[in-house]
């Protein structure tokens, strides 16, 4: 079971059917206010304020609260009131589901159990990023997430390296490239050698022998898994309240000759010891 | 014997499902399509009875896909195949815009059968 949200996660199961979870998505859309809305219902920003805060926003990636701050809209002491406003009025789907009676109350702790146990395997564990590097917790997350799906999806066992700060992704058979935009500007770099290509194309076609197989299907398959790598990252940003769009993958055809992190940007390298061959994942940002 | 359009640029798993569909004899699988612009021709000429429509894809993406097919034919019957992970607006934009359900990447054979079979 991949990364995913607990309505999700009960409609898979059977639990709640579309139309249930569709209901409590409404209550939820009306309760749930963003904390421009919140700040603006407690009396303490208008409207003028929360088109000067997202004017702003586009030049500086700030949360609006912080913004409010720093644009002398809100005091600390008011942004924390209406963070404890909107967590405090915060309606879960669990919730919803019961007010809009598609679950019963006595029976969410036990889903909420399950959920748990089928996420476990994706909690995070700490993974080191160089100090200066911007969003770091979200690639802490990029990586451990691609330890993982390379270890459940495809079955290496995989021994992580140091992340280090690196000017190039050194060349490689394969190099697939993911662009990440939105919150963060970046590309997901995956790159593998021809025996880890063929055993992750056996993995993902779930066959012993692709020795028949083109050229364009064994590349299509590490794309596949740098792409289900990526969807995990882009929800897992979500998670952590950051929006970001991923591009669908393609094999970089100078991948063999190796990739420059581009200029004022930052690259990320996460070594991946495999017995089978070598593996390595980047993270190139953009003009940090 | 229920028709289903597979629609996924991914060439492995354009395959795998297929494979998997088609394996118990209960569906006939057309396609893939490899983009929503394929999918949206397909559907008009084949009239599936469920479409498998891959969220992230070139050309045209699954979302946009969805709308034309469901303006082409309210009662189509979409699932979504998505690598996202579930990500919460997502997911619940797919089901508003009248998808039926969403099958996660990385998916068992059983699971993406169980959702055909309930549609």
Same mark, same amino acid.
């Given at each position: 079971?991949?990364?995913?949200?607990?309505?999700?996660?009960?409609?898979?199961?059977?639990?709640?059917?579309?139309?249930?979870?569709?209901?409590?998505?409404?209550?939820?859309?009306?309760? %749930?206010?963003?904390?421009?809305?919140?700040?603006?219902?407690?009396?303490?920003?208008?409207?003028?304020?929360?088109?000067?805060?997202?004017?702003?926003? $586009?030049?500086?990636?700030?949360?609006?609260?912080?913004?409010?701050?720093?644009?002398?809209?809100?005091?600390?002491?008011?942004?924390?009131?209406?963070?404890?406003?909107?967590?405090?009025?915060?309606?879960?789907?669990?919730?919803?589901?019961?007010?809009?009676?598609?679950?019963?109350? %006595?029976?969410?702790?036990?889903?909420?159990?399950?959920?748990?146990?089928?996420?476990?395997?994706?909690?995070?564990?700490?993974?080191?990023?160089?100090?200066?590097?911007?969003?770091?917790?979200?690639?802490?997350?990029?990586?451990?997430?691609?330890?993982?799906?390379?270890?459940?999806?495809?079955?290496?066992?995989?021994?992580?390296?140091?992340?280090?700060?690196?000017?190039?992704?050194?060349?490689?058979?394969?190099?697939?490239?993911?662009?990440?935009?939105?919150?963060?500007?970046?590309?997901?770099?995956?790159?593998?050698?021809?025996?880890?290509?063929?055993?992750?194309?056996?993995?993902?076609?779930?066959?012993?022998?692709?020795?028949?197989?083109?050229?364009?299907?064994?590349?299509?398959?590490?794309?596949?898994?740098? %792409?289900?790598?990526?969807?995990?990252?882009?929800?897992?940003?979500?998670?952590?309240?950051?929006?970001?769009?991923?591009?669908?993958?393609?094999?970089?055809?100078?991948?063999?000759?190796?990739?420059?992190?581009?200029?004022?940007?930052?690259?990320?390298?996460?070594?991946?010891?495999?017995?089978?061959? $070598?593996?390595?994942?980047?993270?190139?940002?953009?003009?940090? | 014997?229920?028709?289903?359009?597979?629609?996924?640029?991914?060439?492995?798993?354009?395959?795998?499902?297929?494979?998997?569909?088609?394996?118990?004899?209960?569906?006939?699988?057309?396609?893939?399509?490899?983009?929503?612009?394929?999918?949206?021709?397909?559907?008009?000429?084949?009239?599936?009875?469920?479409?498998?429509?891959?969220?992230?894809?070139?050309?045209?993406?699954?979302?946009?896909?969805?709308?034309?097919?469901?303006?082409?034919?309210?009662?189509?019957?979409?699932?979504?195949?998505?690598?996202?992970?579930?990500?919460?607006?997502?997911?619940?934009?797919?089901?508003?815009?009248?998808?039926?359900?969403?099958?996660?990447?990385?998916?068992?054979?059983?699971?993406?059968?169980?959702?055909?079979?309930?549609?």
């Amino acid at each position: 079971m991949p990364v995913k949200f607990f309505g999700q996660f009960l409609l898979e199961k059977g639990i709640v059917t579309r139309e249930a979870l569709l209901k409590a998505v409404g209550p939820q859309d009306s309760t %749930n206010l963003k904390f421009g809305e919140t700040a603006r219902s407690m009396g303490l920003i208008t409207d003028a304020d929360i088109d000067r805060v997202h004017d702003a926003q $586009r030049s500086e990636d700030l949360p609006f609260g912080d913004m409010c701050v720093k644009l002398g809209i809100l005091t600390a002491d008011q942004l924390k009131e209406v963070l404890a406003k909107q967590k405090a009025g915060h309606l879960f789907i669990g919730e919803a589901l019961i007010k809009t009676g598609a679950i019963n109350a %006595n029976d969410l702790p036990k889903y909420l159990e399950a959920f748990k146990a089928d996420q476990a395997p994706y909690v995070i564990d700490k993974v080191a990023i160089p100090a200066g590097v911007p969003d770091a917790a979200l690639w802490e997350a990029a990586a451990d997430l691609t330890y993982k799906m390379l270890s459940r999806v495809a079955g290496f066992t995989v021994r992580p390296g140091q992340c280090v700060l690196t000017q190039h992704l050194d060349a490689n058979d394969t190099v697939v490239s993911i662009g990440m935009t939105g919150s963060v500007k970046a590309r997901y770099l995956f790159s593998v050698s021809t025996n880890v290509r063929t055993l992750i194309a056996r993995a993902m076609l779930n066959t012993d022998d692709v020795s028949k197989e083109q050229e364009d299907m064994l590349n299509d398959t590490v794309m596949e898994l740098a %792409n289900v790598i990526c969807g995990h990252i882009e929800a897992r940003a979500s998670q952590m309240g950051k929006e970001i769009e991923i591009s669908p993958p393609e094999v970089l055809t100078d991948g063999v000759n190796g990739i420059p992190v581009p200029t004022g940007g930052k690259g990320l390298l996460f070594p991946l010891h495999v017995a089978e061959g $070598r593996i390595e994942a980047g993270i190139f940002l953009e003009q940090v | 014997m229920k028709k289903v359009l597979v629609v996924d640029d991914s060439l492995s798993v354009g395959r795998q499902l297929s494979q998997i569909i088609a394996g118990t004899g209960e569906f006939e699988v057309i396609g893939p399509a490899r983009n929503g612009v394929e999918a949206i021709k397909m559907y008009q000429t084949d009239r599936p009875d469920i479409v498998c429509l891959d969220m992230n894809m070139p050309v045209m993406d699954g979302p946009t896909a969805l709308r034309s097919i469901m303006a082409i034919d309210r009662n189509a019957r979409v699932v979504m195949i998505t690598s996202l992970g579930g990500v919460g607006d997502k997911f619940t934009e797919a089901l508003k815009l009248g998808a039926r359900n969403v099958i996660s990447k990385p998916f068992k054979p059983d699971e993406v059968l169980k959702v055909l079979r309930e549609l």
